[in-house]
């Protein structure tokens, strides 16, 4: 067990400690590159002695700015674990369990896989006895070139084969089905504006013609 203690020689009020790391070489740059800390209080709140008793994980990194000396402002908190055990990336103070602020791109999370892989996000029953029944999100899971919401086989499980909605890369909407197969019950939206609703090779077509909608 290895203990840091930091005796501010003050009241206690948020004060952060910290461990850094710097590398440097025959030229000068500024340090240090990464820094790691701890703060305390709840998310720059210690004004009482149980609030003391609290503290958050902090990590800066640095994005220099000059070529030499001490980092500045570029030195900046970029993720945090606080008092709760929340998370925040870009945020000194998150409010669920997982919190992401948008900083600079255009979308602040990004899930990825190897190519052919897929791509998805379970939200799922975790009680010690599920009741419901898991859902997946994603893409390129069941069907190529798709997004799909899809319902677990079997309540709690994590078998994900028949997609509920899927989206194909032409603007196609499928429910109840994955392709154009008429045999298959379900509903068939079409970027040309089509809709198609499908039972055992029976179809309801309604199109829209010119400025006038007809069902054919």
């Known amino acids: 067990l290895l203990t840091l203690h930091h005796d501010t020689g003050a009241d206690l009020n948020t004060q ?3 461990i850094d790391f710097s590398f440097e070489d025959d030229n000068t740059n500024e340090t240090p590159q990464v820094r790691i800390g701890a703060e305390i209080g709840q998310n720059a709140n210690a004004d009482s002695q149980e609030k003391e008793g609290s503290g958050a994980f ?3 990194t640095n994005n220099a700015e000059s070529t030499s000396g001490a980092a500045g402002a570029s030195l900046v908190e ?3 674990v606080d008092y709760r055990g929340y998370v925040g990336i870009g945020t000194a103070s998150p409010g669920v369990e997982l919190d992401i602020k948008r900083t600079a791109n255009a979308y602040p999370l990004r899930i990825g896989s190897q190519t052919g892989q897929g791509r998805a996000i379970v939200f799922a029953d975790v009680a010690g006895t599920p009741t419901k029944y898991n859902w997946l999100v994603g893409s390129q899971y069941n069907i190529d070139n798709a997004f799909e919401i899809t319902p677990s086989t079997a309540i709690g499980g994590y078998t994900f084969s028949n997609p509920g909605l ?3 890369t032409s603007g196609n ?3 109840g089905k994955t392709n154009n197969d008429l045999a298959n019950a379900g509903l068939i ?3 040309s504006g089509e809709m198609l609703l499908t039972r055992a090779g029976d179809v309801a077509n ?3 013609t010119g400025s006038n909608g007809v069902v054919t």
């Open 206 to 208: 309604f199109n829209r």
């Open 16 to 18: 952060k400690s910290f």
């Open 78 to 80: 970029r993720m945090r």
């Open 166 to 168: 899927l989206v194909s």
């Open 189 to 191: 939206l079409r970027g």
């Open 173 to 175: 909407v499928f429910i």
């Open 58 to 60: 902090v990590v800066y």
